[in-house]
């Protein structure tokens, strides 16, 4: 049964050298791959989906923090043992910095000195299992993270 959801295959695509040594290691070449897929679609699927939950269980286990970032709003999200730390960092309407990527703290820094920064945090206990929560976050839109950015305005904050 699947866990989380089959990738697409564009997501398969990007994962392609990790898809075939998932196959390798379940004893299927390129040519039984074929076959497998040709004469034995279930199997294929099956495969797939198999293959699918270990790529989100990799994810989800080895990424402490989501984060999502738009040109108003970055927010990140810490998945600690029991619950869920969010810290959004709303920039205010007249700010005339914007998130991007690769200028997080420059813009923090900016906004704060111009008085154009509003922070919110947020704790929950999880209400399933670690792994589907964050899952839940991750299809939001959010994209895995180190714990960088969140302990900088964690410890901003605290």
Same mark, same amino acid.
């Given at each position: 049964?699947?866990?989380?959801?089959?990738?697409?295959?564009?997501?398969?695509?990007?994962? @392609?050298?990790?898809?075939?040594? =998932?196959?390798?290691?379940?004893? /299927?070449?390129? @040519?039984?791959?074929?076959?497998?897929?040709?004469? *034995?679609?279930?199997?294929?699927?099956? +495969?797939? *989906?198999?293959?699918?939950? $270990? /790529? =989100?269980?990799?994810? +989800?286990?080895?990424?402490?923090?989501?984060?999502?970032? !738009?040109?108003? *709003?970055?927010? !990140? $999200? $810490? =998945?600690?043992?029991?619950?869920? @730390?969010?810290?959004?960092?709303?920039?205010?309407?007249?700010?005339?910095?914007?998130? !991007?990527?690769?200028?997080?703290?420059? /813009?923090?820094?900016?906004?704060?000195?111009?008085?154009?920064?509003?922070? =919110?945090?947020?704790?929950?206990?999880?209400?399933?299992?670690?792994?589907? *929560?964050?899952?839940? /976050?991750?299809?939001?839109?959010?994209?895995?993270?180190?714990? @960088?950015? $969140?302990?900088l305005l964690h410890d901003?904050?605290?």
């Open positions: 049964m699947l866990k989380y959801r089959k990738l697409t295959d564009h997501e398969l695509t990007k994962f @392609e050298k990790q898809f075939n040594r =998932f196959l390798a290691k379940n004893s /299927v070449d390129e @040519e039984r791959w074929t076959e497998i897929q040709r004469k *034995e679609p279930s199997k294929a699927r099956y +495969l797939i *989906e198999l293959f699918s939950d $270990y /790529v =989100f269980d990799n994810i +989800l286990g080895n990424s402490p923090c989501l984060e999502k970032i !738009t040109p108003k *709003e970055f927010r !990140t $999200y $810490y =998945f600690g043992k029991e619950s869920v @730390e969010l810290i959004v960092v709303k920039l205010t309407q007249d700010a005339p910095e914007a998130f !991007t990527n690769e200028n997080i703290t420059t /813009v923090l820094g900016e906004a704060l000195m111009h008085d154009h920064l509003k922070i =919110f945090r947020a704790e929950k206990e999880y209400e399933t299992s670690r792994e589907q *929560e964050m899952y839940a /976050v991750l299809e939001s839109g959010t994209f895995p993270a180190s714990k @960088e950015n $969140y302990e901003w904050i605290s």
